[in-house]
């Protein structure tokens, strides 16, 4: 059965709805998804998964969340070489410039970046949630 992650860094809420709604549109017949926030995750959860969704709203300017998705994310560039990653996130005022930023990253970790980093500015919509399931069901058929 393939293991799907959804690891992720919410303050009010908007990227864990985006989260909840990646895992449920990634969970089928053939696939167990664990949805966790960064705080719960572990090395292991991320070597363990056949692919991964990370997700974490644009902070400070234009940044990750810098006491756990940062340092988190760090500790695991080592781990993606070759692994498929879909990158989500709520932005608030800016131009999606962090998500770029990430997106590069990963690439340069050789991760298989799925799409281009799903945002979403505030809380999500409805219409929003359905773009969130459509991710999940990639993340699981990769
Ligand atoms: C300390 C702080 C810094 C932020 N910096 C940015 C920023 O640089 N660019 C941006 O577009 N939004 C920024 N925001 C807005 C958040 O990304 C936005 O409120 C988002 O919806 C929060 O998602 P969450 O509910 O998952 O925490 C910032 C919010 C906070 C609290």
Known sequence: MKKIAVIYW???GNTEAMAKAIAEGAQNANTEVSLLSVDQASMDDVINADSIAFGCPSMGAEV????EMEPFIESI???LSGKPVALFGSY???NGEWMQDWVERMNG???KVIGEGL???GAPSDPDLEECKTLGIE???V
């Open 119 to 121: 945002i979403i500015m």
């Open 109 to 111: 970790c050789k991760a």
């Open 10 to 12: 919410s303050g009010t």
């Open 92 to 94: 608030g005022w800016g």
């Open 64 to 67: 990750l969340e810098e006491s």
């Open 77 to 79: 560039e080592g781990e």
């Open 139 to 141: 993340l699981s058929e």
